[in-house]
C-alpha cells in the first residue's frame, strides 16, 4: 500500500514513549507523520486517544478526515498491514444505545463528494482582534473549504457570515449575520454540542483541554452573551413548519428540461367552441417540468370551473391539473412559476390579484355577499365545495413557497446560478402586503384574513353536521400559520425588534376580532393551531380578550415565563368567580366599508382602562388593578371631574360602572366555590398552551434537555445566575433577547423552590385545570433538575 494513502498527525498525546511508539509503527508500514502543532492540510489521519477541544480535532472534522485512536496504528502494526478504520472512528458515549461519531457526517459527504468540506460556500469577514487565534479559526475555516476575509473585504465580495470575537458595534454594522466564533464548533457538530465537554477552545495543540467542572470565575459574562445570542439566534432561525412532502417536487434548476415544444392551439380552439371538458383533458396531458400553457387558457377553464353549472367531476379534473402544474413548476426563487401562478390565481372578472380573489372565495364558502362581484345565488354544495378546494390549493402553493425559503438543506441547490430572490419577490409577500406595509406584519390583507378566520370557526361551530367535512377553518388557521411564519423569517435576522412589534401587534389585534367569538369556538382555534409561534400569539391574544369581557385588565408587559406565573395564573381564581350571567356588549362599535370589522384596542373598552382617557387627565390611582373598581371610579382629579366624566358615551360610561361592580364582587369574594367552570376550563386550556408554547418558542425546552450540565450553556448561565445576582449578571448586557432569556432560566430556578407556588389559585376544578396543574408540576420538576 502506498505511503500517500496514510499521512499522520497526532494530537492530545502528551506521553512521548506512546508518541514514538506510533510514529515508528507509522514509518514501519510505510505511512508518513506530519509533526508540528498546527493542522495540516496535507493528512488523511488524525490519531488521538479522545475527543478533545483542538485545533487539529475541529479542521480534521471540517475536512472530512479519518480521525482515528491509537489503536488503529497498533492494531495494524500487529496485522501487518493497515486494517480498515470504520471501527476505530473516534466516538462520544452517549445515554443512547449506540455512541455518537462526531467526525462521520462530514467524512462520508466528503467521499461521496456531495461537499468539499463542512463550511462550503461560506464566505467569512472573520474579526478576532487577538492574532493567534485569528489564524486558527482562518485555519480551521479554511479546512472546511470555507473562504475567509480580513477587513476591509473585497468589495466584490458577498459574505455570508461575520465571526466576531469580541463580538462589538462594528462586527454587527453588517448587514450580514454576526457569530461569535463558537458557532463554528456548533456548526460541526450541531445538537451534540451542548454535551461534548468542551470548556472552550484552543489556540495550538501545547496544552489541550482538560476536562474539569468550570467555576463561576471560569465564566466570562460577555462571552456568555454572545453565546447565549448565538443560542436564540441558532433557535429562532429553524423552520417552525415542516413540509416534507414538497421535497419530491420538481425543481427546474437540478435538470434538463424535460418538456417539448408543445401546440396549444388545438385546446384555444375548443375553448372557443365551448368545449371545456376536451380542452381540459388536452391541456391535462401535456403537463411537464418546465412546460407551462398559455395563462389564458387556462383562465378560461378557471372561469368556466367557477360558473354554477359546471359538473363535479370538471371541478375535480381542474384541481388536479393544478396540482399537477404545481407539482412540476413549483414557484421556487428565481423561476417564472411565480409570475405564472400570480397571474392565474385571480379573479378572471375583476384581475384584481390573489388577495382579492382568495377573500372572495372563501366569502363564497361562507355564503357573505363581501365578493369582488355578485355572483348567482345560491350556490350548490358541490360549487361550494370547489371554492373550499380552491382556497386549500392557494394554501398548498404558498406552502410550496415557505418550504424553499426556510427548508435549509433541502432548498435551492448550490450552484445554479440563481441568485436569492429579494422579500418583494415572493408570491406571498406580494399577496398580503403592499408596498407601503412590507414593515409591518398586520398589513389589511392579514387583518382581512383573521377576520374570516374567526368568522368561519363561528359558522363551523354554529353548522357542524353541515360544514365539518369542508375543513375550511383548518385551511384559515394554516394560511394564517404561513403568513406569520414567512413574515417573521424575513424580519426575524434582520430586525427582529421589528418581528416581535408585529406580533404584539397582531396579539392585540386578535385579542380585539376573537371577542365575537364565543370563548369555546376561540380556545378551540388556539389547540388546532400547528405553529408554536402562532400557538403563543393567539393563545396569549385569547387569554387577553376573556381578561377584558370578564372585568379585568392584564398590563401591558412583555410576555415571559414571570409574567404568565405572577400575573396569568391568579386570573384563573377571578374566572371560577366571575358571574356567567353577567351581559357583556362586545360588538365593535364601527365597521369599515369592506365588512370588515375596524381594530380597537381591547383596553379601551374594558376597566380600569387609560388609554380610553386623555393621557393628562388620568386620575392618580386609575391604573392599579388591585383596589375595588367602584373605589377607583370615585376619584376626583384637579378639575373635580371622576373617570365618568370624562367619558363621553353613555353606553361606554354604563359599561364601565357594571364592570366596576362586577370586579368589586370578584375581589370580595374569598369562597372556593367555582361560579364559572366554563371560563375557568377555557383560561386554564389557554395557560397550559400558552406555558407549552412559550417554552418551545423561547429556546427554554431545548435549553434543559442538555444532558451533562456541568459543561453546558444552559448550566453556565445557571451557574451565573445563582452566584450572582440576575441584574449584575446582565448588567453589561445589549442584546433583549438574551435578557429575557436570562430572566426566564431565573424564573425556572425561583419556581423550583416554590416561590411561586402562593400565587397559583387555591382553586382547582375541571380536566383542563388538573391538566394545567400538571403541566405547572412538571415545570416545576424540570427547574428543580436546574438546581446543580
Same mark, same amino acid.
Request: charge should be neutral.
Given at each position: 500500500?502506498?505511503?500517500?494513502?496514510?499521512?499522520?498527525?497526532?494530537?492530545?498525546?502528551?506521553?512521548?514513549?506512546?508518541?514514538?511508539?506510533?510514529?515508528?509503527?507509522?514509518?514501519?508500514?510505510?505511512?508518513?507523520?506530519?509533526?508540528?502543532?498546527?493542522?495540516?492540510?496535507?493528512?488523511?489521519?488524525?490519531?488521538?486517544? +479522545?475527543?478533545?477541544?483542538?485545533?487539529?480535532?475541529?479542521?480534521?472534522?471540517?475536512?472530512?478526515?479519518?480521525?482515528?485512536?491509537?489503536?488503529?496504528?497498533?492494531?495494524?502494526?500487529?496485522?501487518?498491514?493497515?486494517?480498515?478504520?470504520?471501527?476505530?472512528?473516534?466516538?462520544?458515549?452517549?445515554?443512547?444505545?449506540?455512541?455518537?461519531?462526531?467526525?462521520?457526517?462530514?467524512? +462520508?459527504?466528503?467521499?461521496?463528494?456531495?461537499?468539499?468540506?463542512?463550511?462550503?460556500?461560506?464566505? @467569512?469577514?472573520?474579526?478576532?482582534?487577538?492574532?493567534?487565534?485569528?489564524?486558527?479559526?482562518?485555519?480551521?475555516?479554511?479546512?472546511? *473549504?470555507?473562504?475567509?476575509?480580513?477587513?476591509?473585504?473585497?468589495?466584490?465580495?458577498?459574505?455570508?457570515?461575520?465571526?466576531?470575537?469580541?463580538?462589538?458595534?462594528?462586527?454587527?454594522?453588517?448587514?450580514?449575520?454576526?457569530?461569535?466564533?463558537?458557532?463554528?464548533?456548533?456548526?460541526?457538530?450541531?445538537?451534540?454540542?451542548?454535551?461534548?465537554?468542551?470548556?472552550?477552545?484552543?489556540?495550538?495543540? =501545547?496544552?489541550?483541554?482538560?476536562?474539569?467542572?468550570?467555576?463561576?470565575?471560569?465564566?466570562?459574562?460577555?462571552?456568555?452573551?454572545?453565546?447565549?445570542?448565538?443560542?436564540?439566534?441558532?433557535?429562532?432561525?429553524?423552520?417552525?413548519?415542516?413540509?416534507?412532502?414538497?421535497?419530491?417536487?420538481?425543481?427546474?434548476?437540478?435538470?434538463?428540461?424535460?418538456?417539448?415544444?408543445?401546440?396549444?392551439?388545438?385546446?384555444?380552439?375548443?375553448?372557443?367552441?365551448?368545449?371545456?371538458?376536451?380542452?381540459?383533458?388536452?391541456?391535462?396531458?401535456?403537463?411537464?417540468?418546465?412546460?407551462?400553457?398559455?395563462?389564458?387558457?387556462?383562465?378560461?377553464?378557471?372561469?368556466?370551473?367557477?360558473?354554477?353549472?359546471?359538473?363535479?367531476?370538471?371541478?375535480?379534473?381542474?384541481?388536479?391539473?393544478?396540482?399537477?402544474?404545481?407539482?412540476?413548476?413549483?414557484?421556487?426563487?428565481?423561476?417564472?412559476?411565480?409570475?405564472?401562478?400570480?397571474?392565474?390565481?385571480?379573479?378572471?372578472?375583476?384581475?384584481?390579484?390573489?388577495?382579492?380573489?382568495?377573500?372572495?372565495?372563501?366569502?363564497?364558502?361562507?355564503?357573505?355577499?363581501?365578493?369582488?362581484?355578485?355572483?348567482?345565488?345560491?350556490?350548490?354544495?358541490?360549487?361550494?365545495?370547489?371554492?373550499?378546494?380552491?382556497?386549500?390549493?392557494?394554501?398548498?402553493?404558498?406552502?410550496?413557497?415557505?418550504?424553499?425559503?426556510?427548508?435549509?438543506?433541502?432548498?435551492?441547490?448550490?450552484?445554479?446560478?440563481?441568485?436569492?430572490?429579494?422579500? $418583494?419577490?415572493?408570491?406571498?409577500?406580494?399577496?398580503?402586503?403592499?408596498?407601503?406595509?412590507?414593515?409591518?406584519?398586520? $398589513?389589511?390583507?392579514? *387583518?382581512?384574513?383573521?377576520?374570516?378566520?374567526?368568522?368561519?370557526?363561528?359558522?363551523?361551530?354554529?353548522?357542524?353536521?353541515?360544514?365539518?367535512?369542508?375543513?375550511?377553518?383548518?385551511?384559515?388557521?394554516?394560511?394564517? =400559520?404561513?403568513? @406569520?411564519?414567512?413574515?417573521?423569517?424575513?424580519?426575524?435576522?434582520?430586525?427582529?425588534?421589528?418581528?416581535?412589534?408585529?406580533?404584539?401587534?397582531? @396579539?392585540?389585534?386578535?385579542?380585539?376580532?376573537?371577542?365575537?367569538?364565543?370563548?369555546?369556538?376561540?380556545?378551540?382555534?388556539?389547540?388546532?393551531?400547528?405553529?408554536?409561534?402562532?400557538?403563543?400569539?393567539?393563545?396569549?391574544?385569547?387569554?387577553?380578550?376573556?381578561?377584558?369581557?370578564?372585568?379585568?385588565?392584564?398590563?401591558?408587559?412583555?410576555?415571559?415565563?414571570?409574567?404568565?406565573?405572577?400575573?396569568?395564573?391568579?386570573?384563573?381564581?377571578?374566572?371560577?368567580?366571575?358571574?356567567?350571567? @353577567?351581559?357583556?356588549?362586545?360588538?365593535?362599535?364601527?365597521? !369599515?366599508?369592506?365588512?370588515?370589522?375596524?381594530?380597537?384596542?381591547?383596553?379601551?373598552?374594558?376597566?380600569?382602562?387609560?388609554?380610553?382617557?386623555? *393621557?393628562?387627565? /388620568?386620575?392618580?390611582?386609575?391604573?392599579?388593578?388591585?383596589?375595588?373598581?367602584?373605589?377607583?371610579?370615585?376619584?376626583?382629579?384637579?378639575?373635580?371631574?371622576?373617570?365618568?366624566?370624562? /367619558? $363621553?358615551?353613555?353606553?361606554?360610561?354604563?359599561?364601565?360602572?357594571?364592570?366596576?361592580?362586577?370586579?368589586? =364582587?370578584?375581589?370580595?369574594?374569598?369562597?372556593? +366555590?367555582?361560579?364559572?367552570?366554563?371560563?375557568?376550563?377555557?383560561?386554564?386550556?389557554?395557560?397550559?398552551?400558552?406555558?407549552? =408554547?412559550?417554552?418551545?418558542?423561547?429556546?427554554? $425546552?431545548?435549553?434543559?434537555?442538555?444532558?451533562?450540565?456541568?459543561?453546558?450553556?444552559?448550566?453556565?448561565?445557571?451557574?451565573?445566575?445563582?452566584?450572582? !445576582?440576575?441584574?449584575?449578571?446582565?448588567?453589561?448586557?445589549?442584546?433583549?433577547?438574551?435578557?429575557?432569556?436570562?430572566?426566564?432560566?431565573? !424564573?425556572?430556578?425561583?419556581?423550583?423552590?416554590?416561590?411561586?407556588?402562593?400565587?397559583?389559585?387555591? /382553586?382547582?376544578?375541571?380536566?383542563?385545570?388538573?391538566?394545567?396543574?400538571?403541566?405547572?408540576?412538571?415545570?416545576?420538576?424540570?427547574?428543580?433538575?436546574?438546581?446543580?
Amino acid at each position: 500500500m502506498e505511503s500517500c494513502t496514510h499521512i499522520f498527525q497526532i494530537s492530545g498525546i502528551k506521553n512521548c514513549d506512546k508518541k514514538r511508539d506510533l510514529i515508528q509503527g507509522i514509518q514501519h508500514l510505510s505511512g508518513k507523520y506530519l509533526g508540528g502543532s498546527i493542522y495540516q492540510q496535507a493528512i488523511t489521519h488524525l490519531i488521538i486517544p +479522545e475527543v478533545i477541544s483542538s485545533e487539529k480535532f475541529f479542521a480534521a472534522c471540517a475536512a472530512g478526515k479519518w480521525v482515528v485512536t491509537p489503536d488503529y496504528v497498533l492494531d495494524s502494526l500487529q496485522n501487518g498491514c493497515w486494517l480498515t478504520e470504520d471501527q476505530y472512528e473516534v466516538s462520544i458515549g452517549t445515554d443512547s444505545p449506540s455512541a455518537f461519531y462526531p467526525v462521520r457526517q462530514w467524512r +462520508e459527504k466528503v467521499a461521496s463528494r456531495r461537499i468539499t468540506g463542512a463550511f462550503e460556500g461560506w464566505r @467569512v469577514l472573520l474579526m478576532v482582534q487577538e492574532p493567534s487565534r485569528r489564524d486558527m479559526f482562518k485555519r480551521l475555516l479554511v479546512a472546511g *473549504k470555507a473562504e475567509v476575509y480580513d477587513i476591509p473585504p473585497p468589495s466584490h465580495s458577498s459574505i455570508t457570515h461575520v465571526m466576531a470575537k469580541p463580538i462589538t458595534e462594528n462586527s454587527q454594522s453588517y448587514s450580514t449575520p454576526c457569530y461569535s466564533v463558537t458557532h463554528v464548533i456548533q456548526h460541526l457538530f450541531g445538537r451534540h454540542y451542548v454535551h461534548m465537554n468542551f470548556a472552550n477552545i484552543n489556540v495550538t495543540d =501545547s496544552h489541550p483541554t482538560e476536562i474539569k467542572k468550570p467555576s463561576v470565575a471560569d465564566i466570562d459574562l460577555s462571552e456568555l452573551e454572545a453565546e447565549l445570542r448565538d443560542y436564540v439566534i441558532q433557535h429562532q432561525s429553524r423552520p417552525r413548519l415542516q413540509f416534507l412532502e414538497f421535497l419530491g417536487y420538481h425543481d427546474p434548476y437540478c435538470s434538463q428540461l424535460q418538456a417539448t415544444e408543445t401546440d396549444f392551439s388545438n385546446v384555444g380552439s375548443m375553448i372557443e367552441c365551448g368545449l371545456f371538458a376536451e380542452a381540459l383533458d388536452s391541456i391535462r396531458s401535456a403537463v411537464l417540468p418546465g412546460l407551462l400553457p398559455p395563462v389564458a387558457y387556462v383562465i378560461s377553464l378557471l372561469e368556466y370551473a367557477l360558473q354554477g353549472d359546471t359538473t363535479p367531476y370538471f371541478q375535480k379534473n381542474f384541481l388536479q391539473f393544478m396540482i399537477n402544474l404545481l407539482l412540476n413548476n413549483p414557484p421556487l426563487l428565481g423561476n417564472k412559476g411565480k409570475t405564472y401562478f400570480k397571474q392565474v390565481l385571480q379573479c378572471p372578472r375583476c384581475k384584481m390579484g390573489i388577495w382579492p380573489f382568495l377573500q372572495s372565495t372563501i366569502s363564497r364558502c361562507l355564503s357573505s355577499e363581501a365578493t369582488c362581484h355578485p355572483l348567482p345565488a345560491p350556490a350548490s354544495p358541490a360549487l361550494i365545495r370547489f371554492y373550499c378546494d380552491l382556497v386549500t390549493f392557494v394554501l398548498r402553493l404558498f406552502q410550496v413557497e415557505l418550504h424553499s425559503v426556510t427548508a435549509g438543506d433541502f432548498g435551492q441547490p448550490q450552484g445554479t446560478g440563481v441568485s436569492k430572490a429579494p422579500a $418583494s419577490g415572493f408570491l406571498l409577500n406580494a399577496t398580503f402586503w403592499t408596498f407601503w406595509e412590507r414593515a409591518t406584519l398586520l $398589513s389589511q390583507s392579514v *387583518k382581512q384574513l383573521c377576520h374570516l378566520l374567526f368568522q368561519a370557526a363561528t359558522k363551523e361551530f354554529t353548522e357542524k353536521d353541515e360544514r365539518q367535512s369542508l375543513h375550511l377553518t383548518d385551511t384559515l388557521l394554516n394560511f394564517l =400559520s404561513v403568513v @406569520v411564519e414567512f413574515w417573521c423569517h424575513q424580519h426575524n435576522k434582520l430586525n427582529w425588534n421589528l418581528a416581535y412589534k408585529g406580533l404584539k401587534d397582531l @396579539v392585540e389585534h386578535l385579542a380585539v376580532v376573537s371577542r365575537d367569538v364565543t370563548p369555546a369556538v376561540a380556545v378551540e382555534l388556539v389547540v388546532r393551531v400547528s405553529s408554536t409561534r402562532l400557538k403563543m400569539t393567539m393563545a396569549d391574544a385569547v387569554f387577553r380578550s376573556l381578561c377584558c369581557r370578564n372585568g379585568f385588565t392584564l398590563e401591558d408587559n412583555s410576555l415571559s415565563l414571570k409574567e404568565m406565573v405572577l400575573s396569568y395564573l391568579p386570573f384563573l381564581g377571578h374566572f371560577a368567580h366571575s358571574p356567567s350571567d @353577567v351581559h357583556r356588549r362586545t360588538e365593535p362599535t364601527s365597521t !369599515t366599508h369592506s365588512g370588515i370589522k375596524q381594530e380597537t384596542n381591547c383596553r379601551t373598552q374594558c376597566p380600569l382602562v387609560k388609554n380610553s382617557l386623555e *393621557k393628562g387627565n /388620568v386620575p392618580r390611582g386609575l391604573t392599579k388593578v388591585n383596589a375595588a373598581g367602584s373605589v377607583l371610579l370615585q376619584l376626583i382629579d384637579g378639575c373635580g371631574r371622576t373617570p365618568l366624566n370624562l /367619558v $363621553s358615551d353613555a353606553s361606554q360610561r354604563e359599561e364601565l360602572f357594571l364592570s366596576a361592580q362586577v370586579r368589586d =364582587s370578584t375581589l370580595g369574594n374569598t369562597a372556593t +366555590e367555582v361560579v364559572n367552570l366554563p371560563l375557568l376550563e377555557a383560561g386554564s386550556t389557554l395557560l397550559a398552551h400558552l406555558i407549552f =408554547s412559550y417554552q418551545q418558542e423561547m429556546g427554554l $425546552s431545548a435549553l434543559q434537555k442538555s444532558r451533562d450540565k456541568t459543561h453546558s450553556l444552559g448550566g453556565n448561565l445557571v451557574r451565573a445566575l445563582k452566584t450572582h !445576582t440576575f441584574q449584575k449578571v446582565t448588567s453589561g448586557w445589549t442584546d433583549q433577547r438574551v435578557i429575557r432569556l436570562a430572566e426566564d432560566v431565573e !424564573t425556572l430556578l425561583e419556581f423550583g423552590t416554590g416561590v411561586y407556588w402562593s400565587h397559583m389559585s387555591q /382553586v382547582v376544578e375541571g380536566q383542563n385545570t388538573h391538566f394545567l396543574l400538571e403541566i405547572l408540576k412538571l415545570l416545576r420538576l424540570k427547574a428543580e433538575t436546574l438546581d446543580l
